[in-house]
Nanobody
């Protein structure tokens, strides 16, 4: 059974940092593209960061480029999202996701497996 467990959310002040983790099980981890999505209150879910399989190429939405970094530790079956210079507009529930495809994408359509989400609140 494919499982994704997101963690690391919390309350942080503007300008602060957080690191999210996504622990995966039930599939061959290093074969899979894994991405982070987020959904802010009243808004649609958006893809923000993606990391490809073994080559670990990374892709970012313009809204987080230069502030967020996605990485993976294949030995630990874990993907991370380091978030720096957080803004109030980064407040959202953050999800990690994966699926049965090879090409990295921030389009959520191909993603079949989702973690439960972790809430990030950026506020003073």
């Amino acid at each position: 059974e494919v499982q994704l467990q997101a963690s690391g959310g919390g309350l942080v002040q503007p300008g602060g940092s957080l690191r999210l983790s996504c622990a995966a099980s039930g599939f061959t981890f290093d074969d899979k593209v894994i991405s982070w999505f987020r959904q802010a209150p009243g808004k649609e879910r958006e893809g923000i960061a993606c990391i490809s399989d073994r080559r670990a190429s990374t892709y970012y939405a313009d809204s987080v480029k230069g502030r967020f970094t996605i990485s993976r530790d294949n030995a630990k079956n874990t993907v991370y999202l380091q978030m720096n210079y957080l803004k109030p507009e980064d407040t959202a529930v953050y999800f990690c996701a994966t699926g049965h495809f090879a090409e990295a994408t921030l389009n959520e359509a191909p993603y079949a497996y989702w973690g439960q989400g972790t809430l990030v609140t950026v506020s003073s």
